[in-house]
């Protein structure tokens, strides 16, 4: 319970010191000792909050230039930035901004026009009322399934235009029986470091070639539906998984199968690592 109380009497803080350069947190009777009940009462500025969470403020750096990056807009063409979320509402995330686009406006209102205008042409489309107008969905973020190592390798990168189907050929191990395919969304070069969307099972053939070759696909829909999908190219065993736009909870599997290896590139290229194999 008193830890619930700090936890919101933060909050409060927090949202005080966007617009005020100082404010009080008080919290009476939020512990107890011998004597009696104690009270909780301190002073805190913007400046002490700002040092205090510097280093989650300067996570927001990297998002920002992946931004520009991925959209190929300069940050000196850019003439208005929207900040949307309550977090936005904080000066030093203001200040962050402007350091990318100097001179140039920061918005937190609302926009009612914009929304209203893209929910009437998305609308239009789907009845097909309006036929010059063709909306792309992408990724947000990569797939693909971790490999040998717990490295996390990519199949499709993000802001790949939807539908989209890519395959990847990896290699087990010799005298592998099954093969564990985690399929995970992220950007970081480590699996666990990534969200896990589901784990399923390839059952392999015990007396296939010495370097069994595991094709692995995945195939997204318009709808954001994600299929993946594996098969031994030797034996022509297959399996597969699909992942809705809101992926449900997979079963649990041991780390005990060894990694796939990574992609196995064409005769012409030089050979490539393997994925782990169970």
């Known amino acids: 319970m008193a830890v619930q109380r700090l936890r919101e009497a933060a909050e409060m803080a927090k949202i005080d010191l966007s617009s005020a350069r100082s404010t009080t947190i008080h ?12 009270d909780l009462t301190a002073e805190l500025t913007r400046e002490e909050f700002e040092h205090l969470s510097r280093e989650t403020l300067g996570r927001c ?14 940050a000196a063409d850019i003439d208005l930035a929207v900040l949307v979320g309550g977090a936005t509402r904080m000066p030093a995330i203001d200040g962050l901004v402007h350091q990318f686009i100097k001179g140039q406006h920061v918005y937190r ?10 929910a009437t042409l998305q609308s239009a489309i789907l009845q097909g009322e309006r036929k010059d107008t063709l909306l792309l969905d992408v990724t947000p973020l ?32 010799e005298g592998q029986r099954f093969q564990l395919i985690r399929i995970s969304q992220g950007e970081r070069e ?17 007396e296939a070639a010495e370097t069994p070759q595991i094709e692995v696909t995945f195939d997204i829909d318009a709808n954001a539906v994600v299929h993946v999908s594996a098969k031994e190219l030797e034996t022509g065993r297959e399996s ?20 796939l290896v990574p992609p196995v590139p064409p005769p012409s290229e030089a050979p490539t690592s393997d994925i782990p194999v169970t």
């Open 240 to 259: 597969d998984l699909t992942i809705g736009a809101a992926p449900t909870e997979q079963p649990e599997y041991s780390n005990s199968q060894l990694p």
């Open 61 to 74: 750096d990297g998002p920002i230039r992946q931004v520009l990056e991925d959209s190929g807009i300069a």
């Open 142 to 173: 990569s797939l693909g399934i971790e490999t040998k190592g717990g490295i996390f390798t990519k199949i499709i990168e993000r802001n790949t235009t939807l539908p989209t189907k890519r395959s990847e050929t990896f290699n087990a191990q």
């Open 27 to 38: 919290l009476p009777y939020i512990t107890a000792e011998a004597r009696g009940p104690l």
């Open 109 to 118: 209102g609302l926009i009612p026009d914009g929304v209203v205008k893209g």
């Open 190 to 206: 480590v699996a666990a470091y990534n969200r896990l969307l589901g784990v399923f099972r390839l059952e392999l053939h015990p």
